[in-house]
């Protein structure tokens, strides 16, 4: 066959691909939906700040000081004072039914003891069955209570502390979580779409019958494999683009890195996601298998990519698995491009990894792919 | 004979919505079935036969009309109405994983029947069956034939008064075929139980004692089979020589007052509109010098005059010309064999699936392979469409080695599978377009064909339509067309008629002569007794090896005995495994 005929018959098979995926109103539908669902998801509801956060003051002392204690919790926009306890034994059906998350307590001899030039213990009560919010809520607390030391040494004349401390978050100046997520978000959803349209092509044709016709005609495994391949790149690049338009313009996440760097970077990791898709595809049977295989790939490869919870915090074992997820290298060039206005050179440590996944699982796919056949 | 009847519907009606149209499976049936008898219900796919069984076993409700089983009310008394019947759907539900015995048990137990009652109700099932000695065999490593027989045993282990059984003989080879109705006749006339049986082969129906004859959900006839054929008397005949039977027939097709033609190994069968002498059919073209003798008529003879008249139309004339277009390349008598195949083998494990056979084709020749699931054919064809390796032995395909050339080798193949694998959510112009395509072909080039396919498959009014949507013979002609968009040398049928009603068989058939007459090679697979004769000679396929090969003729003639002076193609199949069943327990 000529190498004309060739791209004749690849095009046409990829023209039969985006036919048969944009014709029909349910897959197309699962194309579109699901993804923007999930970016308005991530975009408004997930975040780690955490505002209005309703806390109980029990106030035993009647002084001067713990009024203005009192009045910098009142006018801080993060918390938002539910109850004002009279007695001890009030503060434990509150905290019980998720009333409040943080109870400040200030005891009797509070506004005695600052007079006097002392200093004061200052009780916080938290509701720690979520660690991770009963932290945030304390950082606020400790950051009020310090802003009150502050004030309080200066206007009366008092030695500051020895060492103060001055934060200034670098790349993400109000500490968003919204910056944080939303660029790991292009991830997840390419991979989520690429994975699902590569894994279900060939099931859906072995169950519907047509492989084997698909088989029957000069077309070699290998245009086979390429055929399917490429429409699962284009839409993860199209989709990877969509997000990155919503992002930046909607969601106002500050893009300063280079964009050339972040489309190879997608590039890459698409092709490691379209890889491991093919060979879940070359093994499933029907459908079905090939939509649990994808799942069964996808959670792994999110959890352990450091979308949410670092990787320096996991075991060390689970560590070096993280090392074959793609998602893992294309994260850190999202946040990199994204927030620290990274370029190819700073990249090229998060590209090669990336490659030999895609080349690896490609390779695989293919192999498997010829001694599947039957 | 004048009990109520067991099983009786009036004025029934079920439609089934599927992607914005409305299907009617059935459209007002009426009938009512005698007990202590098997009533056959037949028809083609799509005829609404197992929406038919599925109303009496009370699994779906009626949209108008009742149907009332063993005197109660199918649809409004479902629990016991199924408590009393036995239904064997199309796919038994045997568990795979299960031996015999323990799908049995299972069976027991779901349908109560009491420990003490097992031992001896087993015994008889089994004995019935002839399963006894698999007992502790896996229900998945069983047979076609075998599988069938357990799903009808368990569906029998508390012998219920109606049984009904859906297609129960589909795929199943001859001697399985033959074992199971001697099973159902025994069950009637022993067990005086009563049997609603579905099937899409026309001579099955000959079997039963009424039929019920059902197309697109309408009742067409219904009767003992005998009358139905007797309608025919006088209208039946053979015709042989001179030329080929497939010349002969292709001179009958069409003609006015002839219903049917058909090619039967060495003569053509012909039925006629009316009852004529045979001197004035002797003025039909190219039968001046025939032989033509009076043959008895036959049930099938009978349903293809019933949906002739139904649908208005004579046979279907033979098809030639516009479809054969670039494809003339007449055989020479010098020609090297289109397909050759020696000592092919192939092994899944440890089990030989085909075991060493040789046969060649030549250009313009049809060649049958037939034989059941599990015969080896569908092996024996993956690996001449390059889809599978095989293990040993030498395949040549239009010249071509498939080892080393096997692209080029499917670039002249054309290949029609009887799943008729279309893109479902793709237009019919799509799906010509993509096969043209991946056959190499672009521009106008592409454009030509797949204006012949439209216009030849008079397929122009549903060019946009989606395929999934067409009717299953429309389906049918969609898939031939697919396969011949790039002017293939070689076509290759796997199993193309299963299930289309006889008409459109027969013009599919048509077609196929007209493509072997102009030189393309033709190789089908087929459990379709029926249609092997068609072919010019064929091989019949047991256990992986060839029983016998030959032409359909001679293949019947060694069958002929004194109890049997015209064996049909199926008792020289059967008489065929039984003697490769013999030899092998001498050996």
Known sequence: ?374 | MNDAPILEATDLAKAFSAGGRRTRALDGVSFAIRPGAVTGLIGPDGAGKTTLMRLAAGLLVPDTGRIRALGLDSTGDSLAVQAALGYMPQRFGLYEDLTVQENLDLYADLQGLPKTARTERYQELMHMTGLAPFTRRLAGRLSGGMKQKLGLACTLVRPPRLLLLDEPTVGVDPVSRRELWSIVDRLVRDEGMSVLLSTAYLDEAERCQAVILLDRGKILDQGPPATISARMAGRTWAVSGPGRPREVQAGLAGQSGVVDALVQGDHVRLVMQTADDPARLAGLPGLEDARITAVPPRFEDGFIDLLRGRAGTASSPAQDSGLTEGLQRRAQPGDAPVIEVAGLRRRFGDFWAVDGISFEVRRGEIFGLLGANGAGKSTTFRMLCGLLPASAGTLRVAGLDLRHAASAARGRIGYMSQKFSLYGNLSVAQNLDFFASAYGLAGDARATRRQWALTEFELTPYAEQLSADLSLGYKQRLAMACALMHQPEILFLDEPTSGVDPLARREFWQRIYALARAGVTILVTTHFMEEAEYCDRLAIMAAGRILAMDEPAAIKAGARSPELPDPSMEDAFVRLAESAGEAERAA
Request: no cysteine.
């Open chain 1, 1 to 374: 066959m000529t190498g004309n005929g060739m791209l004749t018959r690849l095009l046409a098979l990829i023209h039969k691909e985006f036919l048969a995926l944009l014709k029909d109103p349910r897959s197309r539908l699962v194309l579109v939906v699901p993804p923007m669902i999930q970016l308005l998801v991530f975009g408004y509801a997930a975040t780690f700040d955490l505002k209005h956060i309703p806390y109980a003051l029990y106030n035993e002392d009647r002084g001067a000081a713990s009024r203005e204690l009192v009045a910098a919790f009142d006018g801080a926009p993060a918390f938002r004072r539910v109850a004002t306890l009279r007695a001890e034994r009030e503060i434990t059906p509150l905290v019980d039914r998720r009333a409040v998350l943080a109870v400040v307590h200030i005891g009797p001899r509070f506004s005695a003891d600052l007079q006097s030039g002392g200093s004061a213990p200052l009780q916080v009560i938290v509701d720690g069955r979520n660690s991770n919010t009963a932290m945030i809520g304390l950082n606020y607390v400790r950051s009020v209570v310090e802003r009150f030391n502050l004030e309080w040494t200066a206007s009366h004349g008092l030695q500051s502390p020895p060492a103060r401390l001055q934060t200034r978050a670098w790349f993400n100046p109000n500490l968003e979580s919204r910056w944080f997520f939303i660029p790991g978000i292009i991830g997840m959803l390419t991979l989520v779409t690429t994975m699902l349209v590569t894994a279900l092509t060939v099931a859906r044709e072995r169950e519907q019958g047509t492989f084997d016709q698909l088989l029957v005609t000069p077309l070699r495994p290998g245009e086979i494999l390429l055929g399917k391949a490429l429409p699962g790149f284009i839409i993860g690049i199209a989709q990877g683009t969509v997000i990155l338009l919503i992002a930046t313009l909607w969601f106002k996440v500050p893009l300063l890195g280079s964009l050339p760097a972040l489309y190879a970077g997608l590039a890459l990791f698409l092709l490691s996601g379209v890889g491991a898709g093919l060979l879940i595809s070359s093994l499933a049977v029907t459908q079905q298998q090939g939509l649990l295989g994808a799942f069964l790939f996808m959670v792994p490869a999110v959890i352990l990519s450091g979308f949410a919870t670092p990787i320096a915090n996991m075991p060390p074992v689970v560590q070096a698995i993280t090392l074959i997820d793609p998602l893992r290298y294309f994260l850190v060039i999202l946040r990199k491009v994204f927030l620290e206005g990274a370029g190819f050179d700073v990249l090229a440590s998060q590209f090669w990894p990336m490659a030999v996944i895609g080349a690896v699982s490609l390779v695989l796919a293919s192999w498997l792919f010829r001694h599947r056949l039957y």
